[in-house]
């Protein structure tokens, strides 16, 4: 009798009951905020800076991630948190958060003619940059907060979907996850490529900053 070591693995798609958080109501708003949370965040929480920018002409939607988990597993399994993907099984992931975002946006019911800014923060750049590459969905403006476009992403051949995006970067200047060396190689590549884009950096870490979300709107 022959033991095999490991299992085959297969895939099935199933339905799956995601959430996201809003401000602003989709019949008035002119613009769309869809804004992407970091690693470890719930979109509940993670919406709240972006309170400042509801003003009646704006729908801001944070949607959460499909990969939940506790982020106190040894202790008191209280807090919870959402991660957009793990290097397991990455390609199929990156496959179902493109279609959820896409399918989220369609669904707010904005009108066709809407700007959409999409902001991407820490671990939700590289979900950002996916999405504007490979979705569907008609992106205007990218904002990569705390993070930036991730290194398997080809830019050569996304070069065209990139090139007339308004691009920005926004790091912390005590941002302890991100190095100027980081922050200056991340530009390099970008001009590389010759991807038009800005870099903001502010007094603070590894978070959002009310003020510089103020400039950007």
């Not at 309170?51 to 209280?78: K, Q, V």
């Not at 896409?102 to 066709?112: C, F, K, R, T, W």
């Not at 790091?171 to 922050?183: A, F, K, L, Q």
Request: proline residues 5%; aromatic residues 8%; contains cysteine.
């Amino acid at each position: 009798m022959t033991t095999r070591d490991a299992s085959d693995l297969h895939h099935l798609s199933t339905p799956r009951t995601a959430r996201y958080a809003t401000l602003g109501d989709p019949a008035s708003a002119e613009a769309a905020w869809i804004v992407l949370h970091g690693y470890g965040q719930l979109a509940a929480y993670f919406i709240r800076p972006f309170r400042a920018l509801d003003d009646g002409t704006r729908l801001i939607a944070a949607p959460e991630a499909l990969s939940r988990f506790y982020l106190d597993a040894l202790t008191e399994h209280n807090r919870v948190g959402a991660s957009w993907m793990t290097k397991a099984d990455r390609t199929r992931e990156v496959d179902d958060y493109v279609r959820y975002l896409y399918a989220q946006l369609v669904d707010d019911g904005l009108p066709n003619d809407a700007p959409v800014h999409v902001l991407g923060f820490s671990q939700g750049t590289a979900t950002a940059c996916r999405w504007a590459a490979l979705g569907a969905a008609r992106v205007d403006r990218l904002t990569l907060w705390a993070g930036g476009v991730p290194p398997d992403l080809d830019l050569n051949a996304h070069q065209s979907l990139f090139e007339p995006l308004d691009l920005t970067l926004v790091i912390g200047t005590e941002d302890e996850y991100i190095s100027n060396e980081r922050v200056a190689d991340e530009e390099a590549r970008l001009d590389a490529h010759g991807i038009p884009h800005r870099t903001i950096r502010f007094d603070g870490g590894h978070r959002i900053d009310p003020d510089v979300l103020a400039d950007l709107a």
